[in-house]
């Protein structure tokens, strides 16, 4: 099932999104889910084309738990060697954009990055959970850019101020419930040139082995996302481009950037 959040005529609300994997959007249904997605979904019976609502991020998470340097290559390229362990950063949920939400540069920032992503999204509280009981505790995948502030990151030593303004995560276009996340293409576009081709079997650490080493240290809640990592590639952002992300069974992301 492709699960989304929708802005109709009436309000937002969770949805399916109904129709051909490789359809247009013209020809797919969005069928509103009441109340929220987790479990069996409870269907309200109302329905639009696609074309008629506006796709949200698919959902507003708690936290955002990122994985840094997850594939060698990437490592690389940022001129480290690749950790023997997963590292964690976060970002702030209100860093959380939709498909086609501008991502807007700040002013105090002379190098934003995209870094295209696989991103896991929690279905249940969890804690402690092995890496062999990962599945049973996702509600499934979306696609992510972890945009990245690179001067502030090199500046500060750490994370937060380069990975958290504001609209640096978008999210879409839906969470995909049905999806096998050990050998999928993953790639990202910079205005139809492809600067990001690589395969979700190059991570380091897999999903499973992020889900156990992360909720080790901390309980994960309905809705949280993983962002898994960014492959090599990576680069700057300018004003007046659109950006796309596509993973392989899921869809393609996409926003345009702008100034603050």
């Known amino acids: 099932m492709r699960l989304g959040r929708i802005a109709h005529p009436e309000g937002v609300a969770f949805a399916a999104i109904e129709g051909p994997a490789e359809a247009t959007p013209d020809q797919l249904t969005a069928a509103e889910i009441a109340e929220h997605p987790f479990g069996t979904p409870n269907f309200t019976g109302r329905r639009w084309p696609l074309a008629d609502v506006r796709l949200l ?6 936290k955002i738990v990122c994985i840094g340097k997850n594939y060698a290559d990437h490592a ?17 949920n209100t860093s959380v954009i939709g498909p086609n939400n501008p991502i807007k540069l700040p002013g105090d920032s002379e190098r934003v990055d995209f870094e295209g992503e ?22 499934g995948y979306t696609v992510a850019n972890d945009v990245t502030a690179r001067d502030q990151q090199k500046a500060d030593g750490q994370f937060t101020r380069a990975k958290g303004h504001d609209t640096f995560c978008p999210l879409g276009p839906w969470i995909e419930t049905e999806l096998d996340p050990a050998d999928l293409a993953i790639r990202t576009e910079l205005d139809g040139e492809v600067r990001q081709d690589s395969r979700t079997s190059l991570l380091l650490h897999d999903v ?18 993983i962002l ?6 990576v680069g700057p952002l300018s004003a007046g481009q659109n950006v796309t992300v596509t993973v392989q069974g899921i869809g393609s992301l996409t926003n345009p950037v702008q100034p603050r």
Do not use: H, Q, R
């Open 76 to 92: 690389a390229e940022m001129g480290s060697e690749a950790p023997a362990n997963p590292v964690i950063f976060m970002k702030p």
């Open 208 to 225: 499973g082995k992020l889900v156990e080493w992360i909720s080790k240290v901390m309980t994960l809640l309905p809705g949280d996302v």
């Open 118 to 139: 696989l991103a896991a999204v929690v279905g249940t509280p969890c804690k402690d959970v092995p890496a062999a009981g990962a599945s049973k505790v996702l509600l």
């Open 228 to 233: 898994t990592g960014t492959p090599a590639g």
């Open 57 to 62: 991020a698919p959902i507003l998470p708690t």
